[in-house]
């Protein structure tokens, strides 16, 4: 028979248990706390608002919920400004206490913002920024990139180049990170076809004004120019290049972000445009014609990469979440899910590298009326080198 110390020893027990198991409940049923750091102003101001409409659709779908947990949202815009962030970073770090960080556009202001990770340990989703670093030599298992590295759509650019015979190339892009190395991995696959670099044009970030170097192009009659600009500034290049007199004579490449989301604006100067990109908006598959369909459903314009990689880091997280059964506090386990996740894209399915890079298939795509048209496979299952990232094992 059980003496009345014993029952009162198996009702402690219980009270403690049903205590635990209320905190536990309470763990993972408070709202997740997510940390979206993009540009809402300035030239890359419609980047940012298509990544977090494409984020919050994939949250969305899965009825406002990741692994259970609904999401609160603490929202900074960082300008493109690199000087800002880490200021920008710190304020959602520490004062917000987020417990995922996900930005950003420029690849400047993710440094700033891997900087911080690194210190700090917070999970950290890159939707865009294609800093080589951030999976190169500042790779870190709690950072991931969602979208591409800049060497990642400039390489294959290189050898379509080449293999069409055009080697004396004329490269013109903003002076930044995200420039220097789209013309880094361009040259690369240029000069393996037999091809070459001979003269870098620079302008400062995020200045518009190309008039003398337009003119520079003119008098150097290359066999061809590869350019990187992105959002109003790309707008303006395609312009100007056309309005140069150059567009029919010196044909003009670029990493796909030149005609990306910006197609109704540029008009009939970005027509024929051939470019190198992860996504296309005419890819034929029912998985994108799907995205595209409810993405116009629940925001105003037609979706474009930034959307799509904004998305790709909501079904990222949603697997990790789902994993972890929204308990965030398990990092180990969180990231070993992230790490092994395959993402069902619109762009197509993709799979993260060591590095934390996405492994995925690089399109040639062509400007046709107001869409991208995929016109080929540029490289299929790209993968970034990650030149100096040694990942420390959690
Ligand atoms: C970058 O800064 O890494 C960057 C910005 C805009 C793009 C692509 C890359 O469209």
Known sequence: MRSRRDFLKVA????????????????????????????????????????????????AERSGRLGGRELEYFTVDDESDPSKAPENTNRLVQRDKVDVLIGTVHSGVALGMVKIARETGTLLLIPNAGAAAATGELCSPNIFRTSFSNWQTGYPMGKVVADRGLKNVVAITWKYAAGEESIGGFS???????????????????????????????????DAVYTFFAGAGAVKFVKDYAAAGLKGKIPLFGSGFLTDGVLEAQGEAAQGLETT????????????????QAYSKANKGEPDVYAVQGYDTGLLLAAGLEAVRGDASKKNDLIAA??????????????????????????????????????GVAHKALEDPARGCNMKKT
């Open 12 to 59: 402690g027990c219980l009270t403690t248990g049903t205590l635990l198991s209320h905190r536990f409940a309470w763990a993972q049923s408070g709202k997740l706390k997510v940390g979206l750091m993009l540009p809402y102003t300035g030239t890359y101001a419609a980047l940012g608002n298509a990544i977090t409409s494409g984020f919050k659709l994939a949250v």
């Open 188 to 222: 690369e696959g240029l000069t393996k076809g037999g091809g070459k670099v001979v003269k870098e044009l620079w302008v400062p970030f995020p200045q518009v004004e190309f008039q003398a170097l337009l003119t520079q192009i003119a008098s150097l009659k290359p």
């Open 277 to 292: 990109l992860h996504y296309g908006d005419g890819l034929d598959t029912p998985r994108n014609k799907a995205f595209r």
């Open 338 to 375: 992230l790490e092994k996740a395959r993402i069902d894209s619109p762009r197509g399915a993709w799979t993260l590298s060591k590095a934390h890079n996405p492994i995925q298939d690089i399109y040639l795509r062509k400007v046709v009326g107001t869409q991208n048209k995929v016109i």
